[in-house]
């Protein structure tokens, strides 16, 4: 079975479709830009020139006239781009740094249209203070092979959230854990294998066992759920828990793997990657007989809803666990 079909059945000449309604895709709801900034990065991955192109097609037509980025794109009204969601605040800082994050990870900084592009976001992120745009975009730029300017003033201000937070019960980047969390250390491993940082090496390796303490039931792992969160002296949410957070988590520990070559994280590796698979509160699959993945798991069961962000991280997490040997 080819892994790339359900995000291929998701996807139009004009892009990926951000929502599902159950398996099939939701046109009325759009396109938005950081999806598909990832899923460029799971294309040139995979190798699908046809869906690169797609993807990278509509960054380029969501340029705006000062250089940076629309965020949606809708179909209706002979098609439009637009700033803002529908009845939703736009985080287009996250976009734009997921943004920076595929466009440098997959090599197109060569083509002289997207380098002007990701030069002006580039001058945006110094002036950013949202802690996963400037991850995702350490993460592209710590994938060149030379260090950038930008890059060590975002790695200290990376560094500066933990010491700030940092105490004897919460050694984290924030007050609280929210989604995505396993972004942040993930960052700070890559940098620590692509530029030898031992600060970032620490502070990836305290924080990574905290996520992994955290974000876990009887040792069975458990993203914090979005309805509620977990703040800081608090009761942690365990529904609806997200895909995004069991991936992130895989591909972290993947890293960490890498730079440390401790099987612990080899093995909560396979664990969260088993999260897919059943290896949950719920003892239910996410991933159905197609392959495809649902999004998220609720206190009935799963959401039965097939999204863009919840399949193409999957795919982030599936070749992690490829490249460990632990993929199913």
């Not at 994280?265 to 649902?294: H, M, P, Q, T, V």
């Not at 798991?297 to 040997?325: K, W």
Request: aromatic share 14%.
């Amino acid at each position: 079975m080819d892994p790339l079909n359900k995000i291929k059945s998701m996807t139009s000449d004009i892009g990926i479709y951000q929502h599902g309604k159950l398996n099939n895709p939701a046109p009325e709801f759009g396109y938005a830009l950081e999806d598909q900034a990832r899923a460029l990065i799971i294309a040139d991955r995979f190798g699908d020139k046809k869906l690169k192109d797609i993807y990278l097609n509509f960054i380029f037509r969501a340029q705006r006239e000062d250089g940076l980025l629309y965020h949606f794109f809708y179909e209706d009204n002979n098609g439009q781009f637009k700033s803002e969601e529908y009845n939703c605040k736009s985080n287009i800082t996250e976009a734009y740094g997921l943004t920076i994050w595929s466009l440098l990870a997959t090599g197109n900084i060569k083509n002289d249209k997207i380098k002007n592009t990701v030069e002006k976001l580039i001058k945006e992120a110094s002036g950013w203070t949202s802690i996963r745009a400037i991850s995702s975009t350490l993460l592209g730029l710590a994938s060149l092979d030379r260090e950038h300017s930008l890059e060590s003033e975002l790695k200290t201000k990376l560094h500066n959230f933990c010491f700030e937070t940092y105490s004897d019960d919460w050694v984290w980047f924030e007050n609280y854990l929210v989604y995505a969390n396993a972004l942040i250390p993930w960052t700070l491993w890559e940098i620590c294998l692509n530029r030898k940082c031992k600060t970032s090496f620490e502070i990836a390796r305290k924080t990574t066992r905290f996520l992994i303490e955290k974000c876990q039931e009887n040792d069975v792992p458990a993203p914090i759920g979005n309805k509620g969160w977990y703040f800081k002296g608090r009761e942690k949410a365990l529904y609806d828990e997200q895909p995004i957070d069991a991936a992130y988590m895989v591909c972290c520990l993947e890293k960490a793997y890498h730079a440390t070559e401790d099987k612990f994280y080899l093995d909560w590796a396979e664990k969260w990657y088993r999260w897919f698979f059943g290896n949950n509160i719920n003892n239910i699959s996410l991933i159905d007989k197609n392959f495809a993945c649902y999004d998220g798991l609720t206190p009935e069961g799963v959401n039965l809803n097939q999204g863009a962000e919840s399949n193409i991280c999957f795919l982030m997490a599936y070749l992690a666990a490829r490249r460990l040997g632990i993929a199913k």
